[in-house]
């Protein structure tokens, strides 16, 4: 059973399109997040959920509308896509913040063309 | 805002060799300190980790130090395996700010 399972692996869109990334956690976590990893590997933090609440918003554009319609769930929307999106996105998970391990999902690679 | 730093960025030795990663943390109230290994196509994997009332881990090959004065933290491997080859992170996190703030990456590569 995956612990963290994204959707899809692989998104390739053209440039101006919307696009969402689908997550779930079968962990029982309460605290759920989206990093993005460039194309030099850095993992930067875009989004903290806990218990279903935002609680970080790291300086993300308006058009990355993040969704957490349960504690298992943590979706990702993106509006008007732009070449510079174009990354891996990772979702991961923990029991309740960041006192322990991370799960993290497979990625998402996005390529905007 | 909260660093971590790490280095080298990347790092070859010969197979049965040690290998050494260090990480600097900027937020001397950082209190968990993951190490995530990265294999191509794959989400990072926590491979070991340290809180900040311990000062060394050890699990089999791998084991981290944890200097709080100096604010470094290091991964060692002993006995390096081809299948060693992967991309090592770092991270801090400190309680209620519910984020780890991650290194820049290792690339190791173990030469057979």
């Known amino acids: 059973d995956t612990a963290v399972s994204q959707t899809p692996k692989y998104l390739v869109t053209q440039m101006g399109n919307d696009k969402s990334i689908k997550c779930e956690q079968n962990?029982?976590?309460?605290?759920m997040y989206w990093y993005k990893q460039d194309s030099k590997k850095f993992l930067k933090i875009m989004f903290s959920?806990?218990?279903?609440?935002?609680?970080i918003n790291e300086t993300v554009p308006n058009r990355f509308s993040p969704k957490s319609p349960d504690k298992a769930h943590l979706n990702l929307h993106i509006n008007s896509l732009e070449l510079g999106d174009s990354a891996v996105y990772f979702c991961?998970?923990?029991?309740?913040?960041?006192?322990?391990?991370?799960?993290f999902g497979q990625g998402t690679r996005l390529t905007v063309v | 805002g909260e660093n971590v730093e790490q280095h080298p960025s990347t790092l070859s030795v010969q197979e049965g060799d040690s290998a050494v990663i260090k990480c600097t943390y900027s937020?001397?109230?950082?209190?968990?300190f993951p190490w995530y290994k990265q294999e191509l196509g794959k989400g990072p994997q926590l491979i070991i980790d340290?809180?900040?009332?311990?000062g060394e881990k050890k699990d089999q090959r791998i084991a981290v130090t944890l200097n709080k004065t100096a604010k470094h933290f290091s991964l060692h491997i002993t006995e390096t395996q081809p299948e060693d080859s992967a991309v090592y992170f770092c991270?801090?996190?400190?309680?209620?700010?519910?984020?780890?703030?991650f290194g820049t990456g290792t690339r190791l590569k173990v030469l057979a």
């Open positions: 340290i809180r900040s009332n311990v």
């Open positions: 991961a998970s923990s029991v309740h913040g960041v006192d322990t391990e991370a799960f």
């Open positions: 991270a801090a996190s400190k309680k209620g700010t519910y984020k780890y703030i």
């Open positions: 962990l029982g976590h309460d605290t």
């Open positions: 937020d001397s109230a950082s209190n968990y």
């Open positions: 959920y806990n218990n279903k609440e935002l609680i």
